[in-house]
Antibody, heavy 121, light 106 residues
Framework: QVQLVESGGGVVQPGGSLRVSCAVS????????MAWVRQAPGKGLEWVAV????????HYADSVKGRFTISRDNSKNTLYFEMNRLTIEDTAVYYC??????????????WGQGTLVTVSS | DIQLTQSPSTLSASLGDSVTITCRAS??????LAWYQQRPGKAPKLLIY???TLVSGVPSRFSGSGSGTEFTLTISGLQPSDFATYYC????????FGGGTTVEFK
């Protein structure tokens, strides 16, 4: 069955960096676009980044553009999210999600369990 | 960007009730709207896409309708597992989520 497992979350100081990962199994990773969606504590969902199946195309929400980088290694069935210049407002559970249809912008048909990133001094 | 406004933000209901959640778009979203269910402490789960297409395995008591700027999610006959938060999402050229509607026990 489809599985997405995030890892790498933790506590980081403001201005710091962190990389989270998402290991996938149960489907042909290299044929699907993938995304990161975050949820601040007690808040709603916010899409933050998406990458095409081959990693060549990437889109970011304005809130993270220029600070965060989405990437993938299809040989390792793994999605990454490099987060730099973190602020308190970046504190959230970060979910990786599979894009459901061809293209970069679609619904998300499978989600990981999420990894918590806490930005605090 | 298309802004999505969900109403109500909280809905109190009893087992067996039928409830409707509305998602309004700031401009036409055509039929490119999805609905998700999120139980506390869990990841979101896709219920419906293309406004009215039910995901395989999702109970038929869930239904979606609408197009353009107004969409609805209806749950016919609430079950214990349905008490959760529901989000709409627009997709196509851009991506955005509604603010969420929590269905709670009355």
């Amino acid at each position: 069955q489809v599985q997405l497992v995030e890892s790498g979350g933790g506590v980081v100081q403001p201005g710091g960096s962190l990389r989270v990962s998402c290991a996938v199994s149960g489907f042909d990773f290299e044929t699907y676009a993938m995304a990161w969606v975050r949820q601040a504590p007690g808040k709603g969902l916010e899409w933050v980044a998406v990458t095409s199946y081959d990693g060549r195309l990437k889109h970011y929400a304005d809130s993270v553009k220029g600070r965060f980088t989405i990437s993938r290694d299809n040989s390792k069935n793994t999605l990454y999210f490099e987060m730099n210049r973190l602020t308190i407002e970046d504190t959230a559970v970060y979910y990786c999600a599979r894009v459901g249809e061809v293209g970069l912008t679609s619904y998300f048909d499978n989600w990981g369990q999420g990894t918590l990133v806490t930005v605090s001094s | 960007d298309i802004q999505l406004t969900q109403s109500p933000s909280t809905l109190s209901a009893s087992l067996g009730d039928s409830v409707t959640i509305t998602c309004r778009a700031s401009r036409s979203a055509s039929k490119w709207l999805a609905w998700y269910q999120q139980r506390p402490g869990k990841a979101p789960k896709l219920l419906i896409y293309a406004a009215s297409t039910l995901v395989s395995g999702v109970p038929s008591r869930f239904s979606g309708s609408g197009s353009g700027t107004e969409f609805t999610l209806t749950i016919s006959g609430l079950q214990p597992s349905d008490f959760a938060t529901y989000y709409c999402q627009h997709y196509n050229s851009l991506l955005s989520f509604g603010g969420g509607t929590t269905v709670e026990f009355k």
